[in-house]
């Protein structure tokens, strides 16, 4: 069979525990069933997410020894902003101190009350910082998006229709593509979609701005499924993503193996227009909120993302999970995808309604079942309308990101094994509903109980 195999060795190790199910079933309950309020210390294998948990490698932290301390004019960002250049082309670089910020500063600066942003689909923390500013989200996602179960190649394309009837009406303050869409399960969209929606923009005065924060994933995608670029450099595919992006911007917390963020782009006039809101909002300009030496671990980070080995790992990864839970009979997310797999919670749990939050209750389940730590994306993670009543998400799922180059196989195998029992006893998983609910970003901070 088609064992993926690690392309790196162990060098340092951080010892695991596994506390007794008793235990977890108390720690479970203090933290409200939400897998956000556990204690890294109560959890064995820790898939809430792919940000900021990637291993480093051994030349990012020997890089970290030579940081330059310096408020203004460290050679750390000199080194940052050159490597951003040579992998993106763009001549103009703003730090952030992760993806959020650098979605602040965008949207502050061009989302205007009324305006719209068309996108693939919308990331949580970029719909917030759209909403705030007075936009309106308008999601594009191509049919095949909507089905769990494919086997198309590139669920995270747009639908180009609707995306020009959209542009038509022409109070678009930008369009917005997601690489790696995050939450209809980590999925690419094609390279050939990005340049006809860069066509488009043209076409209609629009500007595009790229979410690379899950590009690396999305590049190897579209050289192993985009048959037009198989022999085609992950470099040289690089450069073509961003030839047909006017803005990119990427949380560094998961492209690069540290932690951070920035904003690029080859247009001077968007530099100088949102070059005012770092000092404000991050730090210095040669800085914007992040360590120095976290700018010397993402820069020798984004050259290991050139690597075809190195950024193959999380697919191939992902892939034999889902392999092995399809064949099993458990219900996730295909093709596989880029950030980690993706459960079917709404199949998974069929007596479960969206306002039970199935994917909350699994994912509180499974912690309590394995001592692994997922992520709900479905309802829970989508905030109450007006009204105050919940909005059903287009899909519920439980994710089990892979962070990069942190798990083994037999890690995998084991959270295969455990997740496969969960869905023979599926019928002992009930409902939640909140007692401590946010209204903005709930699902980070909300508590709840069983039903
Ligand atoms: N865009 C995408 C596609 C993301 O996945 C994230 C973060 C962000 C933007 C925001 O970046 O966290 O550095 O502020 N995703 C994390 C996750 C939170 O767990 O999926 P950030």
Request: with cysteine; aromatic share 10%; net charge neutral.
């Amino acid at each position: 069979s088609n064992l993926p195999i690690e392309m790196h060795k162990v060098r340092i190790v951080q010892k695991l525990n596994l506390i007794p199910i008793e235990e977890r079933k108390e720690k479970l309950a203090q933290a409200g069933n939400n897998t956000f309020l556990l204690k890294n210390r109560d959890v064995f294998l820790d898939m809430l997410t792919d940000s900021g948990v990637n291993a480093m490698s051994d030349r990012q932290q020997a890089a970290m020894l030579q940081a330059d301390d310096a408020y203004a004019g460290s050679e750390s960002f000199e080194r940052f902003e050159a490597k951003v250049k040579e992998i993106f082309g763009t001549p103009f670089v703003l730090p952030a101190h992760q993806g959020r910020a650098c979605e602040n500063i965008i949207c502050r600066t061009f989302v205007k009350p009324g305006s719209t942003v068309p996108m693939n689909y919308h990331f949580t923390t970029t719909k917030a910082h759209i909403n705030l500013n007075g936009g309106k989200v308008v999601e594009l996602l191509c049919k095949e998006g909507f089905e769990l179960e494919s086997d198309f190649p590139f669920k995270g394309n747009i639908d180009l229709e609707q995306l020009e009837t959209h542009l038509k009406k022409g109070n678009s303050a930008f369009i917005r593509m997601e690489a790696g869409t995050n939450l209809i399960g980590g999925q690419p969209f094609a390279l050939s979609n990005l340049k006809a929606v860069k066509k488009l923009a043209e076409k209609y005065g629009a500007f595009l701005v790229l979410d690379a924060s899950l590009l690396a994933e999305n590049l190897f995608f579209v050289k192993k499924k985009e048959s037009e670029y198989k022999d085609k450099t992950i470099r040289q595919i690089t450069a073509e993503f961003a030839e047909n992006s006017d803005i990119i911007y990427f949380s560094a917390r998961k492209l690069g193996f540290a932690r951070g963020g920035a904003i690029c782009t080859t247009n001077k006039e968007f530099y100088e227009k949102m070059k005012e809101l770092v000092p404000l909002f991050e730090g210095f300009l040669t800085y914007g909120g992040m360590s120095v030496r976290e700018i010397e671990a993402i820069t020798v980070g984004l050259d290991e993302t050139m690597d075809e080995d190195v950024i193959s790992q999380s697919p191939l990864f992902i892939e034999h999970m889902v392999c092995k839970l399809k064949k099993a009979g458990v219900p996730v997310v295909t093709p596989s995808g880029g950030l980690g797999c993706h459960i079917n919670a709404g199949k998974f749990l069929p007596h479960l309604k969206s306002s039970d939050y199935p994917a909350g209750a699994l994912a509180a389940a499974f912690y309590l079942i394995s001592g692994v730590r997922g992520m709900e994306r479905g309802t829970l993670s989508m905030d109450r309308d007006e009204n105050g009543n919940d909005v059903p998400s287009d899909m519920e799922l439980l994710r089990l990101a892979l962070p990069r180059r942190v798990f083994t196989l037999s890690q995998v195998e084991y959270t295969v094994d455990r997740l496969t029992w969960l869905y023979k006893n599926a019928g002992i998983i009930g409902g939640l509903e909140f007692f401590d609910e946010p209204k903005i970003l709930r699902f980070f901070l909300g508590k709840l109980k069983p039903v």
